[in-house]
Every structure is written in C-alpha cells, then in structure tokens.
C-alpha cells in the first residue's frame, strides 16, 4: 500500500518516547498512571519529551480514572491544566468525556476545545463506552481540531469491535458526515488485525502494551515498534 500508515505509541517518559522514535514511530500519546488507563502527565515530563525527539506529541487531557469529567471545579482543573501545556509549548491533545447517559459531555468537551484554540486532537476511546456512536460522531464533527478517534470498536478491545470498526471505516470510505476523521484503532490491537483493518482502509494504529513485551513496568521496547513499524510497511 503506497500511503504510510501512523504508528502511534504510549510514551510515559524520555525512554519511552526515544525508544519509539527510533523504532519507527510516528507519533507518541504522552501519558501518566496507566493503572487508571492514562491521565494527564506533568508539564514538566512534555517539556522533557519534546526537547528529546522531534515526532508530534499527542497530549492526555484526563486527571481521574474513567470518562466523566466530574464536577465543575474538575473540568475547572482541567481548562487549567490545558492552558499550561499550552503554554509550555503542546500543539496536539487528547480528551472525550461522557455524561451519565452515555452521551458526550459537550459543556466540558467543548471549554477544553475552546482553550485549545485551533490545536489538533484526538477523541479518545470513551467513544467505545458511547451509548451511540453514529450520533457522537455528528454532535462532535464540527468542533475545531477534532482530526481522529482512538477506537477498539468495543469497550472489550479489537477482537469483539472488528465489526464495529470495519462498519466505520466504510462510512468514512463513503464520505458519510461525522466519519471524516482518522480512525486511529488501539486497545487490545495485535499485529494479526492488521492485515483485516489495512485491508479496510485503516491507516492508523496506536499500541501502548505491545511496545513492551516486559509489561508495563519496563520502558517502551524500540525492538518491539520496529516490528510493527515494518508489519505496517509491508
């Protein structure tokens, strides 16, 4: 296939983010605490990250566990923490928040957007937890800088949202309004999806796990990206 898919890998530090990078990477999520499934990391940690490589750098918006932004001194928090990762220099984000309902929380999604001003962002799996889909998509896809989502096509991963994903990636084939963005597939991703979503149109995959075949508790493995990065140039 002539068009270079993205690789994009969780990175927790300086390590991380070299290892990838030389790997073949294009692209890093910067995070903390994946015991709670990637929160916001500290300015610091970008600012080191992005003195050490010269990939974009998607950055976490997210300070607690699961996809509800919380009350409103929270989403306060939150519109502060995006202001100083701007400030301290980030161009690309991460975020989505769901109501109660399952519906996306768009007083919250829509301040994040608005202190973002323009940057490029991911809407990340909460799209999985959706209780609609079809309809986030169309309430999301005029908001500014919205250009992917970090999908499994199933709150249980890749293997049960094949479906799912494939679904989606021919409405994006077809054009159909709210299915312009990239879909970016990751979680529970192997390399043995691959051929079935490339097959599809994919052209973007995000791996965290797979980076490190030592487990979480080990840096990102360069080895274990190149792999991917020459699966996915195949």
Excluded: N
Aim: with cysteine; hydrophobic share 45%.
């Amino acid at each position: 296939m002539s068009k270079r898919a993205v690789l994009e890998v969780i990175a927790l530090g300086v390590d991380d983010a070299i290892a990838a990078r030389g790997g073949g990477a294009d692209r890093l999520e910067l995070v903390t605490d994946m015991a709670a499934d990637g929160l916001t990391p500290p300015r610091e940690t970008f600012a080191r990250i992005r003195a050490a490589v010269d990939i974009p750098l998607r950055v976490m918006l997210r300070l607690a566990d699961g996809f509800a932004a919380g009350s409103p001194a929270e989403a306060d928090a939150l519109v502060d923490v995006a202001r100083g990762l701007r400030t301290e220099g980030a161009e690309e984000f991460v975020l989505g928040f769901l109501d109660a309902d399952g519906t996306p929380d768009l007083v919250t999604v829509e301040r994040l957007v608005a202190e973002l001003d323009g940057c490029r962002w991911t809407f990340h799996r909460a799209i999985d937890r959706a209780g609609d889909r079809d309809a986030l998509r169309k309430q999301l896809a005029d908001l500014p800088g919205l250009d992917t989502y970090l999908t499994a096509g199933s709150p249980s991963g890749v293997d049960e949202g094949m479906p799912t994903l494939l679904a989606e990636a021919a409405a994006s084939a077809r054009g159909e309004a709210g299915y312009e963005q990239q879909i970016l597939v990751g979680g529970g991703l192997r390399l043995d999806h691959l051929p079935t979503l490339r097959a599809a149109g994919v052209d973007a995959f995000h791996i965290g796990g797979a980076a490190r075949p030592a487990g979480w508790g080990e840096p990102v493995s360069e080895e274990a990206v190149r792999e991917w990065r020459e699966a996915l140039d195949m």
